[in-house]
């Protein structure tokens, strides 16, 4: 189908930078989003941003789903069969901590749930 939009110049003019006919761009970006009503919101992760979120997920983020579940999954502590949602008080306190004694927080989060648990049992 073959439909006609008013865009302003320096919209034409990105997608002219993303591809060699800026029409073919626009093309590809809405079959991309084509699943996506216009009413939602979306976020989008370009450019080092994307990088650096795909360092920490440690893979290409291609499926929105698996991306939130493992966003999730940062707050929970998972032992064997067990898992414990950490509240966001207790990741702030933890994270204040870690900051006073000037220590990388991952590592001094693994230090202080072992040595509770070690204290604990």
């Known amino acids: 189908m073959i439909i006609s939009i008013r865009v302003p110049d320096e919209v034409y003019e990105a997608y002219g930078k993303m591809h060699k006919s800026p029409q073919v761009a626009m093309e590809l970006q809405l079959a991309r989003f084509k699943d996506v009503p216009s009413y ?35 707050k929970e502590l998972k032992i064997a069969d067990a898992s414990l949602t950490l509240s966001e008080g207790v990741l702030k ?23 509770e648990l070690e204290n604990l049992l």
């Open 93 to 115: 306190r933890v994270k204040a901590q870690a900051d006073f004694r000037k220590q990388d927080f991952p590592s001094y989060l693994r230090e202080r749930i072992s040595s």
């Open 40 to 74: 939602e919101r979306a976020l989008i992760f370009s450019g080092d941003a994307r990088k650096r979120m795909e360092v920490m997920f440690e893979k290409p983020i291609e499926d929105h789903m698996k991306f939130a579940e493992w966003v999730a999954g940062l």
